[in-house]
């Protein structure tokens, strides 16, 4: 007898009693333990935990997504009648086409081990589903790939056009649509200020003034003082949200060919069709008026972001028209694992910058990789007391399936890592654990770590993420690490005793990084294994400023610093200085 094939962990799709092939453990979630656990019910091991596997496709997925985008680019071109370049389309669309292409070969690969498997002998297909449908651009894709009615849809699509597996189709029921905890906002003072001077200051600007955009300095201060160095009238530009129209099946009815003989590319050249957010289809030249609309200048030389390249289609339909009439992009460093790891962000903004500013690693090979030091240029709160007693220790926070490629815990590997977390914390001694503060994720995504964290180690102090992480840094008599991100380049940039430890299999390091890590290694500082950075934080406890300023580690974490988190003595003039160069160019 076969098994009902389940994507999701949406149990109307789980059948009646029938045995089950859960498609990933996303489909099981810690919350709902009690409605799985007795089951007759098995689970696909995950594709990408194989790691040679993820190279490989990581080279054939790169490949791909440049053919997509000159097919891409052509099949826009014609039904907007226009003639732009492919680095055009590329600032536009790449980052959406790259997300989507990567998305769906990875529900594409574990379907694809699923059929083979011989187990699958139908899945349900709800229907009606509120998010079974087309975005409306980039920061809407994101939100809709992390909601299991939209991945559901997206499986049932694969397993329509690319197997005969029988699909029975049900009613989604009273289910609603994604409801996403919205990040605090802090924007109001912003806002009246934005508002305030762009009433006051507009009519002083210059058409042909550089034009910053989310830039990601300390803060409202330094990005004042940003145009200042740069001879301008000081702007605080504001990227809006993109106006939705609806989709028009009319508009719909193409296929992209690319890649022949490719089943994946034959699948997704079905599938983008259905998928293409409305902005760049049915919405385009609305949302190029919109741009048009802004306030933002005509004929600038310069544009420097650090953030809005990525997600802010607005902004990015104005950028790729002043970029492809010949103005500079200039891209700065937003946080870390950017000259560590690799990602599929990482790549395309490399792909569309004319200049990208480095908080200090460049590339002998890319002149374009210009290291000015730590943009943020973080600043700990005041402790009157001195430094704290705690040992901090910050969770890392993925999605439950994979929105981009990159060298970290993908998917269900992300239980792997807690599970290492969890060893850490179990080899320390009991003067450490009860001194222990474990800082999770308010944007934790399906894992339920922190309700993971309560049942297993219900006496040590946890934070659920919404107090600043400078916070916790002031407080800390030594900060632990366990994620290739960005948090240990402010700890150390800060002088803060960081101890790093994380398994380089599944949070990559790039060889030309190794050195730096290498020596770290040699003094204590990064570990690549939970046992051994617990003993280590054993050994230091009681006397961690010991450790820290001894003269080995000074003089590794100096170099490790310099490399990756370097202080600029005037990091503002030095991102002033690039932006000069680059318009000069």
């Not at 961690?544 to 600029?568: I, Y």
């Amino acid at each position: 007898m076969g098994r009902l094939l389940v994507s999701t962990s949406i149990e109307e799709s789980w059948g009646d009693g029938e045995p089950i092939l859960f498609l990933g453990e996303w489909c099981r979630e810690y919350r709902a333990s009690d409605r799985w656990v007795g089951l007759d019910a098995e689970v696909l091991p995950y594709h990408w935990a194989d790691r040679a596997k993820v190279e490989m496709d990581r080279e054939r997925l790169w490949s791909l997504h440049e053919d997509l985008l000159v097919a891409i680019s052509a099949l826009l071109n014609a039904r907007h009648r226009v003639d732009h370049e492919v680095r055009y389309w590329r600032i536009l669309v790449g980052p959406w086409l790259g997300f989507f292409t990567q998305a769906l070969f990875d529900r594409w690969s574990q379907v694809q081990m699923a059929v083979s498997s011989g187990a699958v002998d139908s899945t349900i297909v709800l229907e009606d589903l509120p998010d079974a449908r087309v975005p409306v651009d980039m920061v809407d894709h994101l939100w809709l790939s992390n909601s299991h009615q939209w991945n559901h849809h997206v499986v049932a699509r694969v397993l329509e056009a690319t197997t005969d597996v029988p699909r029975r189709l049900a009613s989604a029921g009273h289910l609603g649509g994604l409801m996403v905890d919205e990040e605090p906002s802090h924007e109001g003072l912003r806002a009246r200020l934005v508002d305030f001077a762009l009433r006051i200051l507009s009519p002083l600007a210059r058409s042909s003034d550089v034009m910053v955009v989310n830039p990601c300095l300390r803060s409202v201060r330094e990005e004042l003082a940003l145009h200042l160095r740069l001879r301008q009238v000081p702007r605080l530009y504001r990227v809006g949200p993109v106006r939705g129209v609806d989709p028009d099946p009319a508009e719909r009815g193409w296929r992209l060919k690319v890649a022949d003989g490719d089943p994946f590319a034959e699948c997704l050249g079905v599938l983008l069709a259905e998928f293409l957010p409305t902005a760049y289809l049915e919405g385009y030249r609305d949302l190029v008026a919109q741009a048009e609309e802004m306030s933002w200048p005509t004929s600038t030389s310069v544009v420097f972001t650090s953030a809005s390249h990525l997600y802010d289609d607005l902004f990015k339909a104005w950028c790729a028209e002043r970029v492809e009439a010949g103005a500079k992009l200039v891209i700065g460093q937003h946080g870390g694992h950017a000259g560590i790891g690799w990602s599929f962000f990482h790549h395309h903004q490399l792909s569309v910058a004319d200049r990208f500013l480095s908080w200090g690693w460049d590339a002998p090979d890319d002149p374009r990789i210009r290291p000015v030091g730590t943009l943020k240029d973080p600043v700990l709160p005041e402790r009157p007391e001195g430094r704290g007693m705690s040992a901090v220790l910050v969770l890392g926070n993925e999605t439950a399936q994979v929105g981009s490629l990159s060298s970290s815990a993908l998917s269900s590997e992300f239980l792997d890592y807690v599970d290492d977390i969890y060893s850490f914390v179990e080899s320390l001694d009991p003067d450490v654990r009860s001194a222990l503060r474990v800082r999770g994720s308010q944007h934790d995504v399906h894992w339920s770590v922190l309700e993971r964290w309560a049942d297993r180690f219900p006496d040590v102090d946890v934070d659920d993420g919404r107090r600043s992480i400078l916070e916790l840094l002031s407080e800390a008599r030594i900060y632990v690490t366990t994620t290739n991100g960005t948090t240990f380049l402010e700890s150390i940039y800060l002088g803060v005793p960081t101890v790093m430890f994380w398994d380089p299999d599944r949070w990559g390091i790039l060889p030309e990084s190794r050195p730096w890590f290498d020596r770290l290694t040699e003094v204590g500082v990064f570990h690549e294994d939970s046992i051994s950075a617990a003993a280590h934080v054993n050994s230091i406890w009681n006397d961690v400023e010991a450790w820290w300023t001894g003269e080995d580690v000074v003089d590794a974490v100096a170099s490790f610093s310099k490399r990756f988190c370097r202080r600029s003595p005037d990091t503002v003039g030095r991102v002033a200085m690039e932006i000069k160069a680059a318009g000069s160019r």
